[in-house]
């Protein structure tokens, strides 16, 4: 780096006669006339103290900060109240000058570069040299591929303020149309969320579309609960619109795959029909541990763990309770026992409450899904038999298997023979047993037993929901491939998984909407490391704190305050509020 490669110098400036000289020879020496400029290229001198006074310590920050800011508009402010230079100092040999009026910022054939030699307290000195980054607007240029979803999470002090941010990025990005929605949203999920939040979803069109009015939800703080679906949520296909997309998916897929197939005897992969009982359990299995993980890899952690039947073996491996292999044996043994049953039996939900009914013995009860939404489980005759005529809507379900009845009974026995040979261990996140709709006792989910048990027994769904909410968990996530459970909560749940949608749109929703709520997550992750778009600041909502007076006829300006009374003046105020209190006082 040569003496006239600098453009500028932000420089001290003592303002003194002593002071101003010494500093204009010691710049001339260095990159003055004499060290390679010419006549028409002086180095350009500013000063931080001429625009905001002597800042001492900060002296240095300060000159960087008004240099950086200088490159960045291509323009050489003025150096302020030096209308007259200094007569000590030999302008017209030093090849220095003054910035009188502002100046642009000449385009050469190299970057922007200019010095910072500033002098705080006590002699203090900062010396550097900055150059202006390589102009990255034709490295950006590039559109962003129109299948490409992102997140943009809103935040501010109010529900105005959030929909000022959504009103003013909406300008901001219709100004920069070919800015990556990725760059974007990484620069807004960098920003400190504050309590009111909303967040838009999709490729450009759709967040712009968002911007123009965006939900809006307060964030409150509480524990996150994880919810787990069981069979009857599956549909073909699913998850690979997630596996192209997140990495993280794609690998756990693919692990939790290879475990289960070890057991199965069959490739999931070569099985067509995902609705017979083996492949179906074994694929729901895989599905959610994957989407769990990828969940995590958001920054999101259960507080508390629920699955439906199937799902609850989902939430005992994610809780710790059944390593990899464990749970893949387990999950195997299920469906192909299940699968070797006399096909037949019938499953019907009821919209009424489980102590309405008063059912023959052959007729189980293999759900409680809610105050008012049951389902029965047995003989195809005596479930059909035990409904009809009922003043309540109820609804087959499309079943190989009477599950969650007595006619799981025979194949309990061999179960129990695969799952008591298996190694377990300590849970480390809370699970809510779907057996007793409470807590579940670790060693509960330890106990072959209890697998065996969870095959025949009632779903309590509905009782473990009340144990959850009761525990403190206000923020709910559905992990699953189609929303099965959501509508039998009474409270708000985060969806993550819909049958037949766009899986990576649903996906980023759901967690879009979880963190709107208030749940911990880091929108930043798996998002290409891009530089952060360089957009607006937040929009201050500015607050008018003087009071308010009511009219009156004592003033024309309708202050109701005379010349002669003007609190400025010292003289006594008086007033009157609206409601009648008067108001004395200097």
């Known amino acids: 780096l040569r003496p006239h490669d600098i453009d500028a110098v932000e420089g001290h400036g003592t303002g003194t006669s002593i002071g101003d000289p010494l500093e204009a020879d010691a710049l001339a020496k260095v990159y003055g006339r004499g060290r390679g400029r010419g006549a028409g290229r002086p180095l350009w001198l500013g000063s931080l103290k001429s625009t905001i006074g002597h800042t001492q310590a900060a002296a240095g920050v300060g000159s960087i900060i008004k240099v950086v800011e ?125 309590p009111v939040r909303a967040a838009v979803v999709g490729n450009r069109e759709t967040l712009l579309a968002g911007l123009e009015n965006p939900t809006v939800a307060s964030a409150t703080v509480g524990k996150t609960g994880v919810l787990f679906t069981g069979q009857g949520s599956q549909w073909p296909g699913m998850g690979h619109g997630l596996a192209e997309r997140f990495p993280v998916f794609a690998d756990t897929h693919a692990h939790v795959t290879a ?24 694929g729901l299995f895989a599905y959610e541990v994957a989407l769990y993980r990828l969940l995590e890899s958001f920054g999101v952690h259960a507080d508390m763990l629920i699955g439906h039947s199937l799902g609850e073996i989902v939430a005992a ?65 005596a479930v059909r038999a035990a409904v009809a005529g009922l003043p309540v809507r109820t609804r087959p379900l499309t079943v190989s298997h009477a599950f969650h009845s007595h006619l799981m009974e025979p194949m309990l026995e061999e179960f129990r023979q695969v799952v008591s040979g298996l190694e377990y261990a300590t849970p480390t996140v809370p699970v809510i047993s779907n057996v007793t709709g409470t807590l579940a006792d670790p060693g509960d989910l330890t106990d072959p037993n209890y697998w065996v048990r969870h095959i025949r027994s009632t779903v309590r769904f509905a009782d473990g929901i009340q144990t959850m909410t009761d525990a403190g968990v206000t923020h709910l996530l559905e992990a699953g491939p189609d929303a099965h459970l959501a509508a039998m909560v009474d409270v708000p749940v985060a969806v993550l998984g819909r049958k037949n949608r766009d899986e990576p749109a649903t996906f980023l929703s759901g967690l879009a909407t979880t963190w709107t709520t208030g749940t911990p997550a880091d929108l930043t992750a798996l998002l290409p490391a891009t530089t952060p778009a360089d957009l607006p600041t937040y929009p201050f909502q500015r607050e008018h704190l003087w009071l308010a007076l009511p009219p009156s006829a004592g003033d024309a300006r309708g202050l109701g305050l005379g010349a002669a009374d003007h609190p400025l003046l010292g003289a006594t105020l008086t007033v009157a509020d609206p409601g009648g209190v008067l108001l004395t006082g200097r």
Not at 262 to 282: C, E, M, V
Request: aromatic share 4%; glycine share 8%.
């Open 317 to 381: 491996h994610i809780a710790g309770a059944l390593p990899l292999d464990t749970a893949a044996a387990l999950v195997a043994a299920r469906g192909r026992l299940m699968q070797a049953l006399p096909a037949g039996g019938a499953m019907v939900a009821v919209n009424t409450g489980e102590h309405i009914l008063d059912l023959p013995d052959d007729v189980d009860l293999a759900a409680v899904n809610g105050p008012t939404s049951i389902v029965l489980s047995g003989p195809d005759r």
């Open 259 to 282: 475990a289960l197939e070890q057991h199965l005897g069959f490739r999931l992969a070569d099985i067509d029909d995902i609705h017979q009982t083996a492949a179906t359990q074994a």
């Open 70 to 194: 200088a490159m960045r508009h291509g323009l050489l402010p003025a150096t302020l109240h030096a209308e007259t230079p200094s007569p000590l100092v030999d302008w017209d040999d030093s090849g220095l000058a003054l910035l009188q009026e502002p100046r642009p910022w000449p385009e050469v054939d190299r970057p922007r570069r200019a010095g910072v030699s500033s002098f705080g307290i006590s002699g203090t000195n900062a010396h550097v040299i900055l150059e202006a980054a390589p102009d990255q607007a034709g490295a950006a240029a590039a559109p962003t591929p129109a299948g490409e979803i992102c997140v943009w999470p809103l935040s501010g002090r109010s529900e105005n303020a959030v929909r000022a941010v959504a009103s003013q990025l909406a300008s901001w990005v219709r100004q920069h149309p070919r800015t990556p929605i990725g760059d974007i949203a990484r620069a807004l999920a960098r920003r400190s969320p504050f």
